[in-house]
């Protein structure tokens, strides 16, 4: 196949993401060091809803927007060794992070944000960013990875990786809630997922997850929880909640438990509770995401447990807007997709 030496892609002035501009934009041959994708599927953050409205620290100007997607390699560097057309990819949220810890060069390659994203269809990315594709997914499945599922991976399964028997709490059905249920389940924890609404917590269940808790009907979601674990509490939680919601998990973690910090989509500015996180003994962890490594080490237990994303709908490309504004209302179970080729 020849490249094409143009390419679709959408640019945003983070003035909403009803003005995004879909246009043309040149494509140039990869570096010695790359590899051009063609993109087939893009999945929808809660951050790149952020950063359509100006509400992400430090993105480009007309930035192409997202970090999340699939496609397949089609055109590789002169020095590229390992890799060959055909091949199904991801390349990292990060370009950088290939293993270790994150560093502010390394935040500083964040697709869709500091740099130019994937919702355009062609890429060149550096050879270092790249995972294979699990062989049972799709491209849409497939482009659920790189941002929802690695950050409930680092979480649950980083540093200090859950035991079988613990319980996790997980908040909310939204992206990174989903893959944190489905991978706390195949790692032999006991999960209890909130929602605020029954019809999620039905696809939750179906997932395998034993506890559901409507936080809109039972405002006390936390002393649920602490009946659910006789009174324990949990080991882990997974915090997208952020100021509102963390008195709540604090209260409903066990003693020396875990609580990954995550995201803040139920708003508020206050801070963490000092002092009960103090006398519970807690560790709180902030996650950015994850590595190469981690990806490939998550890709090995997805593969292994046949675990599939969640999709809950997808969208066309030229329908980037709609999909947008489907995310924002959070009628969404998982994720939320646009296929681009
Ligand atoms: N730190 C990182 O590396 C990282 C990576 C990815 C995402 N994030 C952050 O994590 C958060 C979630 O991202 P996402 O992409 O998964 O979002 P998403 O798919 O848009 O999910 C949003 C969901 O959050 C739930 N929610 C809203 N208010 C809630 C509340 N008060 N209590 C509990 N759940 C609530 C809703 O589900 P229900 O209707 O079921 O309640 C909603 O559908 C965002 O803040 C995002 O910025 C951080």
């Known amino acids: 196949m020849s490249l094409p030496n143009v390419t679709r892609e959408y640019r945003s002035q983070c003035d909403g993401y009803q ?16 590899v051009t994708i063609k993109i087939h599927a893009v999945s929808l953050q809660y951050r790149d809803l952020m950063v359509s409205k100006g509400k992400y620290p430090g993105v480009k100007s007309n930035v192409v927007p997202c970090s999340d997607g699939a496609g397949e390699i089609v055109a590789i560097g002169q020095d590229v060794k390992g890799w060959t057309v055909g091949d199904r990819v991801c390349p990292n949220f990060a370009l950088d992070h290939v293993h270790g810890d994150v560093t502010e060069d390394i935040k500083n390659t964040g697709l869709g944000g500091q740099i130019d994203g994937v919702l355009r269809e062609y890429i060149n990315v550096p050879v270092h960013s ?3 594709i699990p062989e049972h997914l799709s491209y849409e499945e497939a482009s659920t990875l790189p941002c929802a599922a690695l950050t409930a991976y680092n979480a649950l399964l980083g540093p200090v990786p859950l ?15 989903m893959f944190g249920a489905q991978i706390a389940l195949a790692s032999g924890a006991t999960v209890i997922v909130t929602s605020s609404s029954d019809e999620k917590l039905q696809v939750a269940k179906k997932l395998g997850v034993q506890h559901v808790i409507n936080y809109k009907k039972n405002d006390n979601w936390d002393e649920e929880v602490l009946k659910i674990t006789r009174g324990r509490g949990v080991d882990h939680v997974i915090e ?12 409903a973690a066990r003693y020396a438990g875990w609580i990954h910090i995550i995201g803040f989509v139920s708003g508020g500015d206050n801070g963490i509770p000092v002092g009960a996180a103090i006398i519970k003994a807690l560790t709180f962890r902030g996650i950015l995401i994850g590595s190469v490594k981690q990806f490939e080490d998550m890709n090995r237990l997805i593969t292994a447990r046949e675990i599939r994303p969640v999709v809950d709908k997808i969208f066309p490309f030229e329908q980037a807007t709609e999909a947008y504004s489907y995310l924002e209302s959070q009628k969404h179970v998982g994720k939320v997709v646009i296929k681009v080729a």
């Not at 003005?19 to 790359?34: F, I, R």
């Not at 035991?163 to 809630?177: A, F, H, M, P, R």
């Not at 997208?240 to 209260?251: D, F, L, R």
């Open 130 to 132: 790249l995972v294979r």
């Open 19 to 34: 003005n995004l501009k879909l246009q043309s934009g040149s494509l140039s041959k990869p570096k010695a060091t790359e």
């Open 163 to 177: 035991k079988g028997g613990d319980y996790v709490l997980i908040l909310g059905t939204g992206g990174v809630s």
């Open 240 to 251: 997208v909640g952020g100021p509102n919601t963390m008195p709540k998990s604090i209260k």
